[in-house]
């Protein structure tokens, strides 16, 4: 199963819209322990998307770069920032496909959080939305069945949020609220389950 340059624009296009419906949600979640913001965060960089994603593009990787642009210039906090990242570092792994695998996926995971986690200094373990994208990471590597893809990645990333739940939060904003953070879950896994289509509930 391949997916073409169309395909990934019609995905992002969902998972910026999906940005957008999650915005109240993220913004509740973040005030628990943050600034409260990341819904905003978010809503802005889907709103850029939607605009840059409005026309077609011959490969994947012009989708992937025109959200990285979208998000730089939306915003400067933290998470935008890191999207932005996630976003061109596809961008540049793809930059010479006309299509990419199924099987592909997972290995572009890998990549992306292996630039996030160097570029925000974090680890696997911290709490954070790297966990998430490795939970689907794993899930989806040997997958059988491409027509699975969705359903194996929101069941990886829901159960990732409930699995780092009772931990303590070990990096950004809430690291300094480790103990009260233990029993509330991240904002930023909530944030990846609901990008790929995780409904809430």
Do not use: Y
């Given at each position: 199963m391949t997916f073409s340059a169309e395909d990934i624009r019609i995905?992002?296009?969902?998972?910026?819209?999906r940005m957008i419906a999650s915005a109240d949600e993220l913004n509740e979640l973040d005030a628990q322990l943050g600034d409260g913001d990341l819904g905003a965060t978010l809503e802005k960089c889907a709103e850029l998307m939607l605009t840059g994603l409005?026309?077609?593009?011959?490969?994947?990787?012009?989708?992937?770069?025109?959200?990285?642009?979208?998000?730089?210039?939306?915003?400067?906090?933290?998470?935008?920032?890191?999207l932005a990242v996630a976003f061109m570092t596809a961008a540049k792994e793809?930059?010479?496909?006309?299509?990419?695998?199924?099987?592909?996926?997972?290995?572009?995971?890998?990549?992306?959080?292996?630039?996030?986690?160097a570029r925000g200094r974090s680890n696997l373990g911290d709490k954070t939305a790297l966990d998430s994208l490795d939970a689907i990471r794993q899930a989806v590597h040997d997958i059988e069945c491409p027509e699975d893809l969705h359903d194996l990645a929101?069941?990886?990333?829901?159960?990732?949020?409930?699995?780092?739940?009772?931990?303590?939060?070990?990096?950004?904003?809430a690291r300094m609220f480790a103990e009260k953070s233990i029993g509330i879950v991240d904002p930023g896994m909530v944030a990846v389950a609901r990008m790929i289509g995780s409904p809430v509930g």
């Open positions: 995905w992002l296009h969902q998972c910026a819209e409005a026309d077609a593009a011959d490969r994947p990787s012009d989708h992937f770069k025109t959200c990285a642009m979208a998000c730089t210039r939306a915003s400067g906090s933290s998470f935008g920032t890191l793809t930059a010479d496909r006309d299509v990419l695998l199924v099987q592909e996926i997972a290995p572009l995971i890998g990549d992306v959080n292996a630039v996030l986690m929101c069941q990886a990333a829901n159960e990732a949020i409930v699995a780092f739940k009772m931990q303590p939060n070990k990096i950004g904003r």
